[in-house]
């Protein structure tokens, strides 16, 4: 039983990745993908692919900004897990570093600061060094860096 694949004309996936790409924010990276699953030859990719960036459906720096934001400020990722993520978006380093800069400082430190605060009540700890190393464990998994988050611990477990 052959499953007949249903075909689609140049204009019809523009369409649908106008469509795709005014949902949310896209990087190229997801585009090609979206692409590749519907079998389009490579010239008419790249067509569509710089269609979509002239009109504005499709912009990189709009992108890693809008994932740095939207990783930090609704999943309370540090930015070492939202700068992963954008480099498996294949999003440049340059572009990586100015989304990051979208992250306040006061923000950053306000929010790990309450995932410690809401760790140390959650976290049943033999010890304050299990405490500690539960809370260090739970905010490199998310990304944070290990320097602020000794400082931060530090800082909370003196007052």
Not at 39 to 68: G, P, W
Not at 139 to 156: R, V
């Amino acid at each position: 039983m052959d499953k007949k694949e249903k075909t689609y004309t140049v204009q019809e996936i523009k369409s649908k990745l106008e469509y795709y790409c005014a949902y949310q924010d896209r990087s190229h990276y997801d585009v090609e993908q979206k692409l590749r699953e519907f079998n389009v030859i490579e010239e008419a990719r790249d067509l569509i692919i710089l269609s979509l960036i002239e009109e504005k459906y499709l912009d990189e720096e709009r992108f890693a900004k809008s994932y740095a934001r939207g990783k930090f400020y609704h999943k309370n990722w540090g930015k070492l897990k939202i700068a992963q993520g954008l480099k498996q978006k294949y999003i440049s380093e340059y572009l990586i570093s100015s989304a990051l800069k979208e992250i306040e400082n006061n923000d950053y430190f306000n929010t790990i600061n309450k995932l410690i605060e809401n760790k140390i009540k959650t976290t049943n700890a033999k010890s304050s060094y299990d405490l500690k190393a539960k809370i260090i464990r739970y905010l490199q998994g998310k990304g944070y860096e290990y320097s602020i988050i000794i400082d931060e611990i530090d800082n909370l477990l003196q007052q």
